[in-house]
């Protein structure tokens, strides 16, 4: 059993930049095709980016342009840097597999994009 732990949310004003980090426990992350997720509050989870195993990338087009996802394979870590960010960002980050595993969501970490 594989298990993600998101961390690097926080609180940053309106066209700042975070960078997420996703740990994996397994080895076996380098054969995952790779997702950042959010919710917002009120709203479905969502998936904003993902890569496959070689390194190619998709993005939403709410965040095209603005992130950018990464993987480190050799040491099983999953990023998101997020540059001018905007209050609608504003969400509970979550990295998954793509498509998702109920039994693979984390906690989470929490981005808050406010002046």
């Known amino acids: 059993q594989v298990q993600f732990l998101e961390s690097g949310g926080g609180l940053v004003q309106p066209g700042g930049s975070l960078r997420l980090s996703c740990a994996a426990s397994g080895s076996i992350f380098r054969t995952f095709v790779m997702g950042w997720y959010r919710q917002a509050p009120g709203a479905q989870r969502e998936l904003v980016a993902h890569?496959?195993?070689?390194?190619?990338?998709n993005y939403a087009d709410s965040v095209r342009g603005r992130f950018t996802i990464s993987r480190d394979n050799a040491q099983n870590t999953l990023y998101l840097q997020m540059n001018s960010l905007k209050p609608e960002d504003t969400a509970v980050y979550y990295c998954?597999?793509?498509?998702?595993?109920?039994?693979?969501w984390g906690q989470g970490t929490q981005v808050t994009v406010s002046s």
């Open positions: 998954n597999r793509s498509p998702p595993l109920a039994t693979y």
């Open positions: 890569i496959i195993t070689a390194g190619g990338t």
